[in-house]
């Protein structure tokens, strides 16, 4: 079943009003086209910040994840190595400045419509993604979410990065169990709340939501969307999509590859 983006808005503006009812919103590929975290290693090797190593083992663990040999955890943790040691105060500040260069034109006007349409209606509104912080809290201050569930870098005393990640990991049940505990600290519904997402590790929190929406679901979500009847909304309208703008990363490192290769 498909859903119009003007007709959800409308039903949104039907909803009950106030702060009971929660919307709960990806990040990648649901309120920004593609992967944000792109950018930032796009950055890296663009300013020679990553040695032939860190490219090498970045695209590895992305295909060996992609290919469902890797869970997410150890990607994550392993892309948190590779930035052991610097400042988090600095690193937000890149976030900043990636998100104004390159993020800001991805994210899904559309979407930028539903989160409003819930703000207006005094819902609850959530980013909960799998992503850093780094790379969902410049999205969220765009959208003016207040609330951010998502992954965070293990700090120092001194708020350097330590190489690791706080655990446990926000990714498809640990996601869902969040989701679950900030409703209940909040006085949220989640019988009568949404949920906005596109990966099929988000069928979790999908099935707990009493009003899950799938935004471009991949295969194995929209396969479960279709058997239990809920309306898919399809959003485009930013920018390059998530695939393309993932092979011309990994495309960037082998070129890098190359230039440490001849120097």
Request: charged share 20%.
């Amino acid at each position: 079943m498909t859903a119009a983006p003007r007709d959800l808005i409308a039903e949104i503006g039907r909803t009950e009003p106030g702060a009971r009812i929660g919307a709960f919103f990806d990040l990648d590929g649901t309120l920004v086209s593609g992967f944000t975290a792109t950018a930032h290693a796009g950055d890296r090797i663009r300013r020679r910040q990553a040695r032939a190593g860190e490219v090498l083992g970045v695209v590895e663990a992305a295909v060996r994840y992609r290919l469902g040999r890797m869970q997410f955890e150890r990607l994550l943790v392993r892309a948190a190595g590779y930035l052991r040691g610097e400042s988090i105060a600095e690193l937000d500040d890149v976030g900043e400045r990636l998100f104004a260069e390159h993020i800001t034109s991805r994210v899904y006007p559309h979407m930028q419509n539903v989160v409003r349409a819930h703000q207006q209606q005094g819902h609850t509104v959530v980013l909960s993604s799998s992503a850093l912080t780094i790379h969902a809290e410049p999205v969220a201050r765009y959208l003016g979410i207040a609330q951010v569930l998502c992954n965070r870098f293990e700090l120092d005393e001194h708020g350097v990065l330590t190489g690791d990640i706080v655990k446990p990991v926000v990714w498809g049940p640990q996601k869902a169990a969040a989701v679950q505990r900030f409703c209940a600290g909040n006085g949220v519904d989640l019988a009568q709340s949404f949920f906005y997402a596109d990966g099929d590790e988000d069928a979790a929190l999908m099935s707990l939501v009493g009003r899950p929406r799938p935004v471009n679901p991949r295969p194995g979500l929209a396969a479960l969307a279709a058997e239990e009847g809920w309306p898919v909304l399809h959003v485009s309208g930013s920018g390059r999509a998530g695939g393309r703008s993932l092979r011309r990363a990994a495309g960037f490192g082998v070129a890098v590859l190359r230039a440490f290769a001849t120097h």
